[in-house]
């Protein structure tokens, strides 16, 4: 019977996009990162599911002009180093996830709780178009 060699599992790790087996990757730095994730991203912002239920069920009503503002916003969010912020545009709110980019909720002005929202660590002003 002939011998039969298993590798270990991590012990030799095949070659990934080019890079050489063994070879580490270039570490990224904060605010690297967030740059290259928004040139891959392409200024992109994604709305969840609950988002998309808030904007039909507010009927808030949102221009492409509107959403490419919200991504500016955002990506002004990411190089502060912001995590989750709301974005004021008008008489509205959206709840950020900044490092997914990705609008997890919407409010206008009567679903603000008063005034008070908590949960988030940045909050930015949209300008007006």
């Known amino acids: ?3 039969i060699s298993i590798p270990l599992i991590g012990a030799n790790p095949p070659a990934v996009s080019g890079v050489p087996a063994g070879a580490a990757a270039a570490p990224f730095k904060g605010r690297d990162f967030a740059r290259v994730l928004d040139a891959k991203l392409e200024g992109g912002l994604r709305f969840s599911a ?3 239920a808030r ?3 507010r009927e808030i009503p949102l221009t492409d002009a509107d959403c490419g503002r919200l ?3 955002t990506s002004q969010a990411a190089r502060k180093g912001a995590r989750e912020a709301l974005l004021l545009m008008g008489d509205l709110g959206f709840i950020v996830s900044v ?3 990705t609008v997890i ?3 206008d002005s009567s ?3 008063g005034g008070v ?3 988030i660590d940045a909050a930015v002003v949209v300008p007006e178009a």
């Open 1 to 3: 019977m002939a011998d």
């Open 55 to 57: 904007l039909r069920s």
């Open 105 to 107: 909720t919407a409010l």
């Open 117 to 119: 929202v908590t949960g």
């Open 111 to 113: 679903r603000m709780d």
């Open 99 to 101: 490092p997914s980019r």
């Open 71 to 73: 991504a500016e916003a």
């Open 50 to 52: 609950h988002a998309q």
